[in-house]
């Protein structure tokens, strides 16, 4: 099983740079790193929500599944 994270596609999307993501969100820079290259292990739903509401997105837009292949 695999989520993706497709955060620095909706930061490109919405001309957002990681810093100012960051300052809207309430979230170290090395938090939100980790989170956006997938070494987060979990998520607080209260931090996806402000990520999504700083990008006008749905959390859909920003997880992704994929199953492996074996």
Same mark, same amino acid.
């Given at each position: /099983? !695999?989520?993706?994270?497709? %955060?620095?596609?909706?930061? @490109? +999307?919405?001309?957002?740079?990681? =810093?100012?993501?960051?300052?809207?969100?309430?979230?170290? /820079? !090395?938090?939100?790193?980790? %989170?956006?290259?997938?070494? @987060? +292990?979990?998520?607080?739903?209260? =931090?996806?929500?402000?990520?999504?509401?700083?990008?006008?997105?749905?959390?859909?837009?920003? %997880?992704?599944?994929?199953?492996?292949?074996?």
């Amino acid at each position: /099983m !695999a989520i993706i994270i497709n %955060l620095d596609v909706m930061l @490109a +999307k919405r001309k957002m740079r990681v =810093t100012e993501l960051a300052d809207q969100v309430g979230i170290t /820079m !090395a938090n939100l790193s980790i %989170l956006k290259n997938g070494k @987060a +292990k979990a998520i607080r739903f209260s =931090t996806l929500e402000s990520i999504c509401k700083a990008l006008d997105c749905q959390p859909g837009e920003i %997880l992704e599944y994929r199953e492996d292949s074996d």
